[in-house]
C-alpha cells in the first residue's frame, strides 16, 4: 500500500482494497497510505478501515481522510 501511495499518489483515481479479515494491524498503515493520495475519487473499503470499534461514531483519521479526498463515490465491502 505505501509503494502504491507513492508512486501514483497524483494519477490514482479509483482504489480498491479487498478483505483483510479485519487485521487490525493493518488499518492504520492503510489510512495513512490512503492520507497521501491526492486524485482519488472512488474508493472502495472493506468496513474494518472504516469503523472498527463499538462506538457508532466515524474515527478521526477517516473523517479527515474523507475531507481531503476529492471523493465522488465511496464503497464499503
Not at 472512488?42 to 470499534?53: E, K, Q, S
Request: charge should be positive; hydrophobic fraction near 40%.
Amino acid at each position: 500500500m505505501q509503494c502504491i501511495s507513492e508512486k501514483l499518489r497524483h494519477s490514482c483515481k479509483r482504489l480498491a482494497i479487498g478483505c483483510t479479515y479485519g487485521n487490525s494491524e493493518k488499518r492504520l498503515q492503510f489510512l495513512k497510505a490512503m492520507s497521501e493520495m491526492r486524485s482519488v475519487n472512488d474508493l472502495d473499503l472493506p468496513p474494518f478501515v472504516f469503523h472498527l470499534a463499538e462506538i457508532p461514531a466515524v474515527d478521526a483519521v477517516v473523517e479527515k481522510l474523507f475531507r481531503t479526498l476529492p471523493l465522488k463515490s465511496l464503497g464499503l465491502r
